[in-house]
């Protein structure tokens, strides 16, 4: 496509559910990752998937956040038992950074975000 | 970890007045980008900037990277271009983790 998706736009949920997010990247982008934007604050990096790489997890505010991407396409992010704190606006985003041998070279892109995906937990 | 300010936090200003932004940030960087956040929330790229001067039509940024800021200067304001700036960095230290910092934003309102 010509842009980061995700999915759903909106989530309304009661406490105690579970739910899940989508993304779908640029085809072709390596790099994808999740941030969340609470209201009215600037956006917290979640996790980072690169490549085949093992993804960088160091984001996750909890053990009820997991991330999941299969391949170099789609993510999903899992929240489980929603709390009225995990209530923010759930960006994705990817580029096509490349490696071509760890710590010796990176080339950074500029990272492309989707809409997002509101999540209001009641 | 790394700090990234943005000032001013809030900016109001006529329709056709001129404005600069400011990005600091407190250690090396990879990767600087400036954002748009419309008022739907959609975040969109202005600049990729790790150094150096580009310009897009009425929007231009400066990084200098020695220093640690970045500057983003909006001429001819409309207002389309209410909404918050962001700036964000990836630290040059962060390598292998390509995450990006966000500042706090300007939000900016420009007046008809």
């Known amino acids: 496509g010509a842009g980061v998706s995700q999915s759903p736009s909106n989530k309304v949920t009661e406490k105690g559910k579970d739910v899940e997010l989508r993304c779908d990247p640029i085809?072709?982008?390596?790099?994808l990752y999740w941030y969340r934007q609470r209201l009215g604050q600037g956006l917290e990096f979640l996790i980072y998937f690169q490549g085949n790489s093992a993804p960088d997890k160091s984001g996750l505010p909890s053990d009820r956040f997991s991330a999941e991407r299969t391949g170099e396409s789609v993510s999903t992010l899992t929240i489980q038992r929603t709390q009225q704190e995990d209530s923010a606006v759930y960006l994705c985003?990817?580029?096509?950074?490349?490696?071509?041998?760890?710590?010796?070279?990176?080339?950074?892109?500029?990272?492309?975000f989707g809409p997002g995906t509101r999540l209001l937990v009641l | 970890g790394i700090q990234v300010e943005q000032s001013p936090p809030d900016l109001i200003l006529q329709e056709g007045a001129n404005s600069t932004l400011r990005c600091n940030f407190s250690d090396s960087v990879n990767n600087l980008q400036w954002f748009h956040q419309n008022p739907w929330g959609q975040l969109i790229n202005l600049f990729y900037?790790?150094?150096g001067t580009k310009q897009n039509g009425r929007l231009s940024a400066t990084t200098v990277a020695t220093e640690r800021y970045s500057l983003l200067y909006i001429s001819s304001s409309q207002t389309t271009d209410s909404g918050v700036y962001f700036c964000a960095v990836d630290l040059l230290s962060n390598f292998g983790n390509e995450k990006l910092t966000f500042g706090t934003g300007t939000r900016l309102t420009i007046i008809p």
């Open positions: 085809s072709g982008h390596t790099a």
């Open positions: 900037i790790p150094s």
């Open positions: 985003a990817s580029s096509s950074n490349s490696r071509t041998h760890i710590r010796v070279s990176m080339k950074v892109e500029t990272q492309y």
